[in-house]
């Protein structure tokens, strides 16, 4: 029985850990296309860079927070990871 | 010339490694004796908000408790009594909750707690330079600012010229002060709540959901017929997402709802976790019990303090930005679709 909580526990924050890794993943994925472009965009055009890295700040920082989203939601599922036996 | 400049490098860097040093001592780990070193438990503790305020350790300030019960009127007393004792007269503290001794009595908690006492020092300093700005606009009224007012004015133009007027429109005046209000106040509680021993202001969620809260009224309150109906016949859409079931209403209903949502946990999400990393990496010296990491921990969480003071400003900078663009769409006018080639998008 005991066996059981536990393993629901520990699967829990097996749970956690991957989501924030993953969640990590997609938004270093994400912001490295918005460098890429960016940084072509600026060799391509070097009097439009102060444009073009404005937007890119803008476009990593709403990135960003949809990666936090993600953070925000495993970090509950660790700090409320109670098990009540059943 | 260049020997010169060498030098000068060489004693920045110097400094810097002293001045990182300073970090050990004030994020110090309280735990009682005997216990081993509880992370997570430290990390929460300075996170989170608390009714007395640790400055560092052993420097405790008690802040006032204002409890309302309802039939018995308000009770203000000092958390001394309370917090190390936990119980006080009729009232239990349990973590951070207090209670009345009697489960059926609900208790409500108006204390100074530490992110309310953070909010009065934040606009003790906030207050003042504003008021002076204004008063120095006014007395030099067709020259050029002098003094702090010339500090601040490229920034107000710039709030004005990039992000006001191109997401609002003509009518961005009415605007203008929420979103300066907005802008310095994301800005300035932030940078504050790096400092050491300060509250983490703009991290507490109640704080950036009053702030989403602002903005979504002023937004709905501001919503034009032109607004309304966008979002309850959306144009372009095919009729039958509208009619019978009406899907597509009901998809711009909850827009109205997700989006100040999101800009309250993308401030509370970045503020907190930028602290979570900074108090991890050093609470890594604790973990490993080893002097010698401090040789990485410490540079490594220095960088992580630069890094938040640009998310500090940056975040200011997309709340303020994504909040004006809610503005622009809820008073935008009626207009024809434009030529191809004609349209200059600006950003």
């Known amino acids: 029985m005991l066996n059981l909580v536990l393993l ?11 989501g924030t890794g993953l969640v990590a993943l997609a938004a270093g994925f994400g912001i490295g296309k918005i460098g890429t472009s960016a940084m072509e965009a600026i060799a391509r055009q070097p009097e439009a860079s102060g444009r073009v890295q404005l937007a890119m700040i803008i476009a990593a920082a709403l990135i960003e ?16 990871n109670t098990t009540t036996p059943a | 010339m260049l020997g010169n400049l060498h030098q000068k490098s060489i004693i920045h860097f110097i400094i810097l490694i002293i001045f990182s040093s300073f970090y050990t001592s004030v994020h110090a780990a309280e735990s009682k004796e005997g216990e081993p070193f509880n992370a997570g438990d430290m990390i929460m503790h300075h996170i989170a908000d608390s009714h007395e305020w ?42 951070g909750k207090i209670k009345h001794l009697d489960p059926e009595v609900s208790v409500y908690d108006f204390s100074i707690t530490k992110n309310v006492a953070q909010m009065f020092l934040s ?47 003509p009518k961005y005046e009415r605007f203008m002060p929420y979103l300066l209000t907005v802008f310095f106040y994301i800005w300035f509680n932030n940078i504050l709540g790096l400092l050491p021993g300060a509250a983490n202001l703009t991290g507490n969620i109640a704080v950036t959901a009053v702030l989403a809260v602002i903005t979504f009224i002023i937004t709905q309150i ?32 909850l ?45 490594f969480a220095v960088f992580m303090n630069f890094l938040e003071l640009l998310v500090a400003l940056l975040q200011a900078y997309i709340f303020t930005l994504l909040s004006s663009i809610y503005f622009g769409s809820a008073v935008e006018e009626h207009h024809e679709p434009e030529e191809k080639g004609a349209s200059q998008s600006l950003i």
């Not at chain 2, 979570?276 to 921990?297: E, M, P, R, T």
């Open chain 1, 8 to 18: 629901n526990a520990g699967i829990a924050l097996l749970g956690a850990g991957l």
């Open chain 1, 65 to 80: 927070g949809v990666a936090l989203f993600g953070v925000v939601v495993c970090l509950m599922i660790v700090l409320n």
């Open chain 2, 54 to 95: 640790e400055f560092a350790k052993g420097f405790v300030a008690p802040l006032p408790i204002i409890l309302y019960v309802s039939g018995d009127g308000f009770e203000v007393f000092s958390s001394k009594r309370i917090v190390k004792t936990g119980q006080y007269g009729d009232f239990v503290y349990d973590h």
């Open chain 2, 123 to 169: 606009i003790i300093l906030i207050l003042p330079i504003f008021l002076l700005v204004a008063r120095n606009y006014k007395k030099r009224a067709n020259q050029p600012p002098k003094g702090i007012a010339a500090v601040f004015e490229p920034i107000i133009i710039y709030i004005r010229d990039e992000i006001a007027k191109p997401n609002i429109g």
């Open chain 2, 222 to 253: 501001n919503g034009t017929k032109h607004y309304w109906g966008h979002i309850f016949n959306t144009p372009g859409v095919p009729w039958w997402l509208k009619y019978p079931l009406p899907l597509m209403p009901l998809v711009e209903v």
């Open chain 2, 255 to 299: 827009g109205i709802f997700t989006k100040p949502f999101s800009l309250m946990i993308r401030l509370f999400a970045n503020i907190t976790a930028g602290h979570i990393i900074i108090l991890s990496l050093l609470s890594l010296i604790f973990i490993f019990k080893s002097a010698y990491l401090s040789l990485v921990s410490i540079p």
